[in-house]
């Protein structure tokens, strides 16, 4: 252990917790060089974030020019970073979401989401999923039950918060056979809708369109668009959570695109700034337009050199056509991964879109694996390859490449795994 990571142990508290003992000393594009002079291949984006690379050129020239002029408004005056951004944000994301609160977070976008649709709708039930990961403030964790742990000895937590199943269909939460259901998982959350409480006492629902700390789960279009129709049926809000799906991660600006089911409002941050803290979520004029001044605020949050490095980070994305290029590549990722599994049955299951892949690693009755899972992640770091977990039993692998990512970095990294999993066996 190095001696940095001794007098951190000693001044951070222990609740922080650090996925690998790498001191970083550089980070460039998509790798990380330790203090100790080996190089890392970096496929966990500081958990999603660095979706363009550590330190992306036009970003870091952004960040450094707006450094130069000033750093802090705390909504006292206007700056020209803030309006730019919210007007990209009105550019990329879907339907008629067109104004934009900033904040710091993502677990802060979900709390003020939770707040508006509050505030609009007078009513204050909310359906979350079973499996989600909101964030760790009171409100963002009390619709996360994507384990246990995140939970512990912090209840109460926010009343009338009601839990349908995320339709994760390789462990159907209704016990169904993949493809062959009649969506039993939906007819769940109408009957709650009978049993538990009244459609007029709810006002948002909230869901991942691609599960993130959960375990990386797709749901079937059909789900989707069916929550849709029955948002616009009894006028809940339909709140996307996509700070960890959004800002290209799926190949798309949003994932919500992939299913082409329109959210009321959208979560974004992690990638939105390539690293500097930003979040925002997003209504359309309509409803944002219901919440009169000071009904919310923020002192730190849409910092101007956030801002500013979001708006070349909106750019970068355009510009070098990053989204293009992952969708390019992706499915010969998703192939390469096909390959692996023939020849090593513990990847369970394989699913994703974009760069937002989840490798689910199993024992042969499907009992989820995360000590095989731990095993792998270690072995690959010890080939300069760093990937984090996910899933409630932490048995999925993340495979969160950033966008610029070359084909000879993918090849890099799946001879990596390729060697990990053989040494497991
Ligand atoms: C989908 C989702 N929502 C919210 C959050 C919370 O974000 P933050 O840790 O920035 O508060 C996360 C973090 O991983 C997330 O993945």
Redesign the pocket.
């Known amino acids: 252990m190095s001696d940095l990571v001794k007098r951190g142990k000693k001044v951070l508290t222990p609740a922080l917790a650090f996925d690998t003992q790498v001191v970083a000393v550089k980070a460039e594009g998509c790798w990380v060089e330790g203090d100790d002079g080996r190089k890392y291949l970096d496929f966990s984006c500081g958990?999603?974030v660095t979706n363009i690379g550590h330190r992306p050129p036009r970003v870091v020239k952004a960040a450094q020019a707006q450094l130069e002029r000033f750093i802090h408004s705390g909504c006292i005056f206007y700056y020209d970073s803030l309006v730019k951004l919210a007007e990209e944000l009105t550019s990329i994301t879907p339907g008629d979401i067109d104004m934009f609160f900033v904040a710091n977070?993502?677990?802060?976008?979900?709390e003020g989401a939770l707040k508006l649709a509050r505030w609009v709708t007078q009513r204050g039930g909310v359906i979350c999923f079973r499996g989600a990961?909101?964030?760790?403030?009171m409100g963002?964790l009390s619709v996360t039950s994507s384990r246990v742990h995140y939970r512990k000895r912090y209840e109460p937590l926010m009343s009338s918060v009601y839990r349908t199943p995320y339709p994760y269909c390789y462990r159907c939460p209704m016990g169904q056979e993949e493809g062959r259901c009649s969506l039993d998982c939906f007819q769940y959350l109408e009957r709650l809708l009978e049993q538990d409480i009244p459609s007029s006492d709810i006002g948002a629902v909230i869901m991942?369109p691609v599960l993130?700390?959960g375990g990386y789960v797709v749901p079937p279009k059909s789900y989707m668009e069916r929550l849709r129709e029955l948002c616009d049926r009894y006028e809940f809000l339909l709140i996307f959570?996509e700070?960890?799906?959004g800002m290209g991660r799926t190949g798309r600006w949003f994932a919500s695109e992939h299913f082409g089911v329109v959210p009321d409002i959208i979560?974004i941050?992690?990638g939105i700034a390539s690293g500097f803290p930003l979040?925002s979520f997003g209504a359309s004029r309509k409803l944002m337009g219901e919440w009169p001044p000071g009904a919310h605020g923020t002192t730190f949050g849409g910092n101007p050199i956030s801002c500013a490095a979001a708006v070349a980070t909106i750019a970068t994305i355009r510009e070098d056509k990053l989204l293009e290029k992952c969708q390019e590549l992706s499915p010969w990722v998703i192939e390469k991964f096909k390959k692996l599994q023939e020849k090593y049955p513990v990847i369970g299951d394989i699913r994703g879109l974009g760069y937002m892949i989840g490798l689910e690693l199993v024992h042969e009755d499907k009992k989820p694996a995360p000590e095989i899972t731990s095993r792998l992640l270690k072995l690959c770091l010890e080939e300069g390859l760093i990937l984090i977990n996910c899933g409630t039993w932490s048995n999925v692998v993340r495979f969160i490449p950033p966008l610029v990512v070359t084909r000879e970095e993918l090849e890099k990294s799946l001879t990596i795994l390729d060697k990990a999993f053989q040494r497991l066996s």
């Open positions: 958990t999603a977070a993502g677990s802060e976008a979900v990961f909101h964030g760790r403030t963002a991942e993130g700390e959570d700070v960890q799906s979560c941050a992690k979040s």
